[in-house]
């Protein structure tokens, strides 16, 4: 079968990562994905060489000045053979270049058209400059995070960025191109990482609605509130995560440690199970790493041991699985991680060069070789 978005054309007009990582996604389901680029440096991503090569595989590139009546035709031209394009840009600048969707729709009534900003379309601080630190803290998000006592920490998953912006794009534009099927028409979509990080602070939301406030960080149920749902340090430095969130977990995990007078902490109040996980921390901390691997992993009661990267790309699940797909250039990579059947993920091209592309796509639009040479002459590509 062919792969599920062969025949899907998007024009990717994003930079750095969460507009690049939706992108890849549809990439590497089949979509013929060309990334528009301009003139100068191109996508800013190309100045970190391994962050570019990572989330710009199978994608082809275009250059072209949007800021040039040429340019802008090509552009032009080309969104009229697309289904989706997604752009980055701050509120109104798409508008200005004359390419926004109200300036597509008279010539593609059926594209899909995401827009991904920080804030979104709307708002007080729909022109304000924004990262993914700066999403997460005005959702509370990074007040959430962090050890009991102390301060908020920085994840070194971008949640907003790539939560919040490349899977929430994915997710809209997916939904649009399936409607299309049915209605005929294209739509706009206006994904706010900050709203979409929001939307995800589900147990935040919940303990605010039942309690009046969230509780502090570090304490809340998943966050380090509960021993039995918590990080402990071993002996040797390292630490083991014990998620026994059910009680039939918890029960297994106890009889596991030859502690069956912890079981019926589950249903005791505070004081008592603040017993436990300092009972726990001393437990943990008498042996290695390796040690309690070896006592619990196999008891399957949610225990995992904390792996550096290093060795979660060696670990023999995600070797099954597939997912460390071989580097390209020695720069390591993730192979497309969501299974389907009669679906077989490859990366059939690296990251494109700066305008590799430009030919071969002018020249499926229908320009000509001397057009081209012309166009380029006149810094339009």
Request: glycine content about 10%.
């Amino acid at each position: 079968m062919s792969k599920p978005l062969t025949g899907i054309r998007v024009l990717d007009l994003t930079r750095l990562l969460p507009g690049p990582m939706c992108s890849l996604h549809l990439a590497d389901m089949g979509a013929d994905v060309i990334k528009v680029e301009d003139t100068r440096k191109g996508d800013s991503a190309r100045a970190m060489g391994s962050l570019h090569a990572s989330v710009n595989r199978n994608k082809r590139s275009l250059t072209v000045d949007l800021k040039q009546d040429a340019g802008r035709e090509i552009f032009l031209r080309l969104a009229a053979t697309a289904d989706v394009i997604i752009e980055g840009f701050r509120p109104g600048t798409v508008n200005r270049l004359g390419i926004g969707y109200d300036d597509i729709t008279p010539r593609n009534v059926k594209v899909v058209y995401c827009a991904m900003t920080g804030y979104g379309q709307s708002g007080p601080l729909r022109d304000r400059a924004g990262h993914d630190l700066n999403y997460m803290s005005y959702t509370g998000v990074t007040d959430q995070t962090g050890a009991r006592g102390g301060p908020p920490v920085i994840p070194n998953i971008q949640v907003a960025d790539l939560l919040g912006g490349s899977l929430s794009a994915v997710m809209g534009i997916l939904a649009a191109l399936f409607d299309v099927q049915r209605s005929g028409h294209g739509r706009y979509i206006d994904v706010a990482m900050a709203d979409c990080t929001l939307a995800h602070a589900v147990f935040p939301l919940i303990a605010h609605h039942q309690y009046g406030e969230v509780a502090p960080r570090g304490e809340d149920m998943l966050s380090g509130g509960l021993p039995w749902y918590a990080i402990y340090e071993t002996s040797d430095g390292r630490h083991v995560a014990v998620a026994s969130l059910e009680e039939k977990f918890w029960r297994r995990f106890c009889t596991a440690l030859d502690r069956d007078e912890w079981i019926d902490a589950y249903h005791a109040d505070a004081s008592q199970r603040e017993v436990v996980r300092s009972a726990l921390r001393a437990l943990f901390k008498s042996k290695s790493q390796a040690f309690w691997v070896a006592k619990l992993e196999a008891a399957d009661c949610c225990f995992s041991p904390v792996l550096t990267l290093d060795e979660a790309l060696d670990h023999p699940q995600f070797a099954s699985r597939g997912i460390i797909h071989a580097s390209r250039g020695g720069v390591p990579q993730f192979a497309f991680p969501v299974r389907l059947s009669d679906f077989t993920f490859d990366a059939k091209t690296p990251a494109p060069a700066h305008g590799e592309h430009s030919d071969e796509i002018l020249g499926e639009l229908g320009y000509s070789t001397e057009e081209i040479e012309a166009l380029r002459g006149d810094g339009a590509v």
